[in-house]
């Protein structure tokens, strides 16, 4: 299936922002953006990591280590446990205290390998380092890019070697870089974007290499304006596009970017390689350049420490396995007390219990909030205003669709497409009544995703 | 001759809504309400049974009963007639639609006894502008079993959102359907005059 | 006279249509179907593994399904339909459920403040829960709304209580526990219960919970021979083979109780 394709996006010319298309709804929200200046801090070393096997979406990696085992910075933890999968890698050297089990972000307990660490921090045989990547086999590439256990580091953490095999009749015509960092507080990204340009770019390069694209594009958001300027400058000659997108949540969602980017609507149920694009994180792209061209597998990553009660926000480089506490230890800890705790954005995080989390590979941030900044509110009825049909990218209702879910009409939910939501809160953030609407939706798809289960196990039987 | 039968269309499905502004055939309309396809279901059985009722029993009425001075056994003999067709639709019905059948349930036979069949079919046979014209008899009562669907279908889709409230407990059930139904009726009112 | 006869005539004519009309469109009714939908209890409630009471007798009737699987049924009703069906009576032991939970708001901590739809299986959607302990009762109603029959309390220190006489054993509040607190157990054997769900070391358990099995075997080593069977650091009765109601006295923090 071929697409009508431009020979540049067209999305660069000053005079062009009134034309840049704009996708259904969304909402203009306060950046908070405080760290965007704070340089990287790399961590220093931990005593301990606790390293989960399940850090990506699929089935968790298998533990190749036993209690007891010496291990090196970079050496396989846990190999990958299906397909849709990812292998894990030690953060820093060390014995394996024990195999055991860890507090996640989202409250499940994953299994987990509890590294000591030795303080030396050797490095292990890295892997085959690429003389000329250029001249590699795409599937040698790819093949890197899973041994390396690379996965989708915008949050959503799905293995990135699964992303760049689409299905047989499917081909892909456009590979875009995701450097929207939609999500307000985190500056994770931006930081990446100032301080290791060329990374980004080969590792956009690469993906290109691996599915045999000509059309490369970068978009950032028009709140970076250094970003933007520093990539474009960077990615002359190159190859690569770079573009500068408005500032609206959530421009950087997947389908919300291809059609801004492209003009390509995902069909619902569908994925973006059914209309030729890929979208990889910005994080994700250099992650594969360093495995390529170094040989580095992926046990690192920027998390960016930031809310009015932390003393010094920053954006610190994070080896997997370090706890939440410690990150914040290094931003000079909290100088107010916080009301809640959140893995993530504000408005896609997840709220925490407790500091001793694990940062994984999909920790983009550690938000704090003090008790002004949250509301405690009280669900009322739906009003029927449709302030949230306005708001929601994906063209759903969620007003009526919460009421569908709270009366447990679970098959009329799916219905009328309740699957398609993409969980970024634009409904919640404009609910006049306070309605949970996000946590009805994620209500609706649980139980649509169990009986799903169920009817497949029956029918296996 | 053709704006004639337009006017009564409009006054039987608007203006002199079976349901809403005669107040007949409330038995289903309450029963069979509470989602839209059973109430389709039901409004498509009940102008089946009154358009062929309507013309039987015009038939009935013009060439047996006034003919030869039985007027009073109008009552009778229009029920057995109803009772007979409403038998055969019963039967058709669960023969090319159980699901609709168990759907309607217990509702299926009442159309037997439904005030609106009957009344439509007495009206046609005592009032001046119905008395002895066939045609314009079964015209008059397929516009009011389309005005009876037309009802039940507003009010069911109306149910079906009542059902993703939360009702006082109070009102709960049969005590909402009724007043929503007497808001429905008012609204109706705004026809009256339509058509004169 | 001419009325009698116009009458009579109308009659018989609309009576020959019906005729004709069934017998070229009228579908066989099975009376076996008719008698075993008189027999059902009409709840509707799905304890039999079912979409209601009509597709059980029509499953009966079918041979889909045997006679016994509803938990409402009495067992003279089981009897008449084995009769009518004309198998052997297969009789299943009457299950009750039980909230095997004693967390309410005074004995079990919370680790934080849980603002959201007031539902356990939301709630869990939400880092997993609100309470300190992850195997007890949420306390937010989700059973009591499933069940049919009204047989859950839900107490107003946010615990679930199932009121054994109300309580028929169809399962759905067993279904709906996110956390597995509920257990289905046979009506008989429901004299003492473990009121607590988690398996984990008793140092941990009583951080987060006052009422917790501490794991201290007292009731393992007093009761008979494999009554009490130790699952981890929790004990639980063997329903087959249940222990005496004196057992209660030796629990030290009186999570084994009588059933209330």
Redesign the interface.
Known sequence: MSHKMPEKSGLNKGDQMNKQIKFYGGVKLDEGKMTSNEPIISAPLEPLYTVPLQQHIGAPAKAVVQKGDKVLRGQLLGEAGSFVSAPVHSPTSGTVRELSSCLGPAGAQLPAVVIESDGEDTAAEPLPIFANWQEASPDELKARVAEAGIVGMGGAAFPTAVKLSPPPNVTIDTVILNGVECEPCLTADHRLMLEHTETIITGARIIARILGVKQIIIAIEMNKPDALEMMTKKAEGTGVEVVGLRVLYPQGAEKQLIYTVTGRKVPSGKLPAHVGCLVTNVSSAAAIADAVCLGKPLYERITTVTGTPVAKPGNILCRVGTPYSSALALCGGVKEDPLKIISGGPMMGMSVYSLDIPIIKGTSGILLLAADEVSQYTPNACLRCGRCNDACPMEMIPGILSSTIEFHHFSLAERWHVMDCIECGCCSYVCPAGRPLVQHMRRAKAVANATRRAAEAASKK | MVKEYILLIIGAVLVNNFVLSRILGICPFLGVSKRLDTAMGMGGAVIFVMILSGFVTAL?DKY?LVR?N?EY?RT??FI??I??LV??VE??L??FS?TLYTALGIYLPLITTNCAVLGSAIICATEEEFKGRIFKSTVFCFASAVGFALALVLFSSVRERL????IPRSFQGPAIALVTAGILAMAFTGFAGLGS | MIDIVMMTGTGVLLGLAIGLVVRYFGVPVNPLVESLNELMPGANCGGCGLAGCSDYANAMATGRAKPGLCPVMSAEAVAKCCELLGVESDTTEPKIAVVCCSGDDDHAAKQAFYNGVNDCLNAMLVAGGSKGCTYGCLGLGSCARACPFGAIEMLPNHLAKIHADLCTGCGKCYMACPRNVIKLVPRSAAKVHVYCNSPKKAPIKRTVCKAACIGCRKCAKTAGEGQIIMNGYLASINYDNPPAEGIVEVCPTKCLRKAD
Do not use: F, H, N, P
């Open positions: 009935c047996i030869y039985l056994l009778i003999l057995l007639v009772a007979g038998q055969i039967v058709l669960k023969r159980e059902e993703l409230s939360k």
